[in-house]
């Protein structure tokens, strides 16, 4: 008997991506748990902790909804910049950019937010949290249109840039008082959370689940149409199956990579003003915890599947939980990469059928 | 602010680019392109500064350093070489992966000392007035090994046999194939070259040039760099060696800024705000972006571009036209 | 196949034992220079391949093969690309070569070429050979082509006498320069009347590309080119589609289709914003599927379902798929660059009727073709291209291989090509 890797003649089963996904991230919890047993971790111990931290409860699970929002909403912004070939990196960027923009609402200030109603105010961040993150993905979209520029590096350079901008901000004109953040925003402009209806059941109390998982929830829905059912959509797909024919049948391409890396910066930001607006409350250093890459894998996880990425971020969320509390800091980050480099090696099995081929038999065949 | 100083030093940080360059120009040439350079530098640096730690021994912390990125970057020749996976996807994993396992193998090696590779003073060159002071006096192993990777790398590219394998992989796989040299061969052989260099590199920051372990600041987006200047090189080793020792002078530059309270007989408004230096600190970033940017229009005037294969995976018996 | 950034020496080295480090391309340049002199070949061996004609390029394919010792030679479709006189010479270096002992395989579906050049010949149908190293005596044309078809072939197109119509597109002064930044077009004029095939030929690599691409707007020039009296220079494509522009491209995989879309999505690739296949900013994939499937039953594209992945088409099909999507919009005008290159007999034949039946319906039709049979057999016009000009262009009746030949090497020049009355052939002067 011996192992033979033959090209699929068919289209592979309907459940192949879905089992190979689900294979890649049951694999990458063994992987990095042999990592961990060999620099003398205790990785079962490890495991249970973090099941526990990030499902013991409907407390710890609520916390885990808030870590998977911005993931899903800069996951779903990834998918589509991916179903374009647009490796767009700079959610990460986008984010902190959407962050200080909202933040600007409360900060220059824009309104007075003690007069204004709070949904005018809080749509008002929405709406600067999404301008910035959008004009943030311009930048990169231009150049690549424009120039032919890769645009991973430079989205992965403007990711530093952005921080540096918010550091400004912080450590220096809108610093409370000398620390590296700004001011507590006013309770008003807080994104409502289910904490809030505790009066009413004290089941919600100390859950910090906001409002920005339903924006996720509507966006997933939105993109999915988009993918399916529109022309742009159409568009995309066509122009990431093979610019060249997408050109041929007369679609602008430079336009819609900057349209498509604009709206993926937007979703980008958007989840940075759901950050700022509804778990921080205000703008301070290290808002994202990697998010922005974070998002890449989930896309990538998700094979680009809208409603997949809602169920991926989950799961993703749940990592992030557990991270934060877990020593050695670089665990989340281990089993991350482990898991993209599994499932990006899994596609293999999309195009080839590994068979077990009786020796005998088939060296008969060959000698025939 | 002192000229002499700043290029001295920018030679030197300049380095850690070149090498790491120079290991992606021949990944790149061969056709595989590896962004995981940041994973395997930090990697690298990981590896070279625990081992020397460890055993004292900082030539052993290099080989430590060379095998920690060969190895990972022998991950990403599977996945995009048999695998045919996509090389961006792939590269990009690599980074997580390698920034994840040297973070947590690198866990408590924060602000501990180790054992550095030498600094030292060349005898006779470093009498040449100016230029002797610059590259020949105080300067790390590693420099001097740049001095000489560079033009080596060149020659073995342009002027031998294994080097015009490698280009004609890079450029035309099917074509070096059916005259009966192995491509995957080839692709394994400089990615993993590429993953040493990288890795070498790292070990070039911890243990020699920038000594110490500050886990993901170690590196701090440097890989991405390499990455940049690879492109803006245009894939020949001797631009990457210039663009590294600008791109160090640069770097070095912004951060003497903030030191004098005069600059060109202004105020210097970096020197009475603080806060300004965050403006100093992207700049090295925005000055990639520019770069490319620049180096784009340039190789499109002089029609220059990229490895014609840079990119493809090489599946035998489909027609390349 | 050859490396296009290395110099003819480099490439011929690649591979071989020898040099073991160092290169001394000089020394190397010597012994190419030597050995092309020995078998009658011209070439600097120093020269950068993407800097070569067609035509030298294969005299270094060939010379690769010869500074190995080969004994055993494989060449496939080797003359596609070539003018008739440089294939008359490559098969006489053939000749030479196979006189000397060496051995040849030469894979070609020309058949005339075939019966030329070889000594004993195999055809192979559907990868079955039908026919297995018989001599050639006694064997005609319709016999070969039943043999590889699996039918008989009739060879006679059925093409109506016609007079043109309106004058649908012309060319005014058009330059353009190609990816490397030279020159590819120089001041081209060209003229096509509705109901008319205009084919052009030429040695690939003349600026026959670049001319398609122009008019389709895929490529910036300079000068006017007025489609049914619109400007149409440099305006995108979705200008000139929208002006009834239909084009067959080259690379029907590359350009022609989106190789993991399935049928429908490939089908509705230039319609997808019209109605009824589209409301507003929705594609409606029921209707496109509809759309799809009658095409894909007038066309006859054998597929499983209009949900097969594009990729998995044989290349005769997918030129069906290609071609049902490019007439069915009711095109005033069809370019069509290399339509029948790599298809089978039969499939060649279906598509030369297609583009025959647009004509009949008054369609003008820019046809490229480097088979110099097709065009003659088609077109009513032949424009022939040499170094990015029009060097002449003859009445399609009329044309013969050599004048054909003769221009397409540049060694001959004829009459322009407006006003677009038939040229009389005796008109053609011989240049020097």
Redesign the interface.
Known sequence: MRLQIVKRSEDPPKWLPIATSLGAVVLAFVISGG??AA?GADPLQIYRYFFRSAFGSWGAFSDVMVKATPLILIGLGCALAFRMKL?N?GAEGQFYIGAFFSSMVVMVPLVDVNTTPPIVTIGLMMLLGILGGALYGFIPGL?KAK????E???T???N??AV??N??WI???WSDAGFQMTPTFPRRVWLPRLADLAKQNPFFSGMTLHVGVIFGLIVAVVLWYIIN??????KI??IG??P?????????IAKNIILVFMFSGALAGLAGMTEVSGVVHRLQERISTSYG?SG??VA?LAKLDPFAVVLVSILFGALLVAGREI????????????I??LV??S??LM?YQIRLVNTKKASVEEAA | MNFEIMLHAGISTGTILLIAAIGEIFAERSGVMNLGVEGMMLLGAMAAFKTAYNTGNVWLALLAAVLAGGVLSLAHALVTIHFQADQTVSGLSLTFLGTGLALVLGEGMTGLNAPTVPNFTLPLLSQIPFIGRVFFTDQNLFVYFGYLLAPLAWYYIYKTKPGLHLRAVGEKPAAADTLGVSVYGVRYLYTFIGGCFAGLSGACISVAITPGWYSNLTTSGQGWIAVALVIFAQWNPMRAMLGGYLFGFLRRLLLDLQGPAMLLGLRNPFFYDHNLVFFLQMLPYVLTVMALVWGSSSARRKRIGAPAALGEPYIRGERGL | MLVPTMSVTENILIGLDKPKLALNLKHYDEEVRHLAEQFGIRIDPSAKVWQLSVGEQQRVEILKILYRGARILVMDEPTAVLAPQEADELIATLKGMASQGKSIIFISHKLNEVQEVADRLTILRRGKATAEGIGLEGITRERLASLMVGREVIFNMHKVDREPGEVVLQLEQVSAVNNKNLPALKNVDLCLRAGEILGIAGVAGNGQSELVEVVTGLRECEGKIWLDGKDIANKPPQVSIGGGLAHIPEDRIGVGSAPNLSITKNVIMKNFESEPISHRWQVNYTEAGRHAAELKQKYDILAPSVETQARKLSGGNLQKLILARELSSAPHLIVAMQPTRGLDVGAIEAVQQLLLDQRETGCAILLVSEDLDELMALSDRIAVMYEGEVVGVVDGKEADLNTLGLMMTGSMRGPGSCPPEPAAAGSQEREG
């Open positions: 990592i961990l620099v490796w990196i150049l120039f032919g520029i890769n991973i590096i430079t992965l350079m403007l530093y840039v540096f901008w550091n400004y450590f220096g004109r059912k529109s022309r742009w959509g159409y797909n066509l199956d093979n060249k024919a997408a050109r041929y049948a007369g679609i602008d890459f890449v894998i990538w020593q050695p800091s670089g665990v989340s980050f281990l089993i991350q990469g482990t993209l480099f990006i090696s596609d293999v195009r």
